[in-house]
């Protein structure tokens, strides 16, 4: 399909997830004659476009505040502060894992230590890294490909995590609960938990808009958080609320 149809059909999906609060991805397939696997590629792009919220089996509607222009091209700016910030806490010939994601993503793109090693699950950002100037050491996971996610999930994946330990773990959220940790609609969290279980630090990168939204899944509990790195949108007593719980709050500036 060409990229102007792709660019039209995202352009319906969006009109009826405003129309109809929620879509699955079985729907719109049968809807517009695709495969599901293209489906899950609209949502992700839209999802981190700001236009809808990603959810098991489909997409829901989100605030209509996000629709806007300027919304978009804050939170583009967002991720890049925050994935400065996070570069800043990694330090030559670090070994760190970095999870699937738009944010963590970010990360990969302004890396310039020496001697890294570099664990993901994402094919995509593994790709990435091997381009990077700073030449890290790119490991993979391996495992049973989500394509919700566009990452390697499963026992294989959590096999082979435990065969390593990490410095630090970079991750992204869909929510943060503040009585809980970090939230998210995808059911597949034991590979963040092993990921988890496998580095000394753990850095949460999450925008401060997502910071009180609650997903289904409970995805890292507070005991497990070391850090949040997030834009200087968050309050004040957000802050606190969260420092409280034993982890430490960097705002990206």
Excluded at 96 to 114: E, F, H, P, R, Y
Excluded at 115 to 133: C, D, F, K
Excluded at 141 to 161: C, H, M, N, P, Y
Aim: contains cysteine; proline residues 1%.
């Amino acid at each position: 399909m060409s990229k102007r149809n792709t660019q039209q059909r995202r352009h319906l999906i969006v009109q009826m997830v405003q129309s109809q609060q929620e879509v699955s991805v079985d729907e719109l397939a049968t809807l517009f004659e695709t495969s599901e696997v293209t489906i899950r590629k609209d949502l992700t792009a839209l999802e981190e476009s700001g236009f809808l919220l990603r959810k098991y089996g489909g997409a829901v509607k989100i605030p209509s505040e996000m629709m806007e222009e300027e919304f978009i091209e804050q939170l583009s700016i967002q991720k890049k502060m925050i994935a400065q910030a996070a570069r800043d806490c990694i330090r030559d010939h670090n070994r760190i894992i970095i999870d699937s994601g738009s944010t963590t993503g970010a990360l990969v793109k302004v890396l310039n230590q020496t001697g890294l090693v570099v664990m993901t699950n994402s094919l995509n950002l593994a790709a990435e890294l091997t381009s990077l100037e700073c030449e890290p050491t790119v490991l993979m996971t391996g495992g049973t490909w989500d394509s919700r996610s566009e990452s390697f999930q499963g026992k294989v994946a959590e096999q082979v995590l435990r065969s390593y330990d990490f410095d630090q773990l970079f991750i992204g959220a869909d929510g943060l609960d503040l009585a809980r940790g970090t939230t998210t609609f995808n059911e597949l969290v034991g590979l963040s938990q092993v990921m988890a279980e496998v580095s000394r630090e753990v850095i949460v990168l999450i925008e401060s808009q997502k910071i009180g939204r609650k997903m289904p899944n409970i995805e890292l509990e507070w005991g497990k958080i070391t850090k949040i790195i997030t834009d200087n949108q968050l309050s004040f007593e957000t802050k606190e609320q969260i420092e409280k719980m034993g982890v430490e709050v960097l705002i990206a500036k």
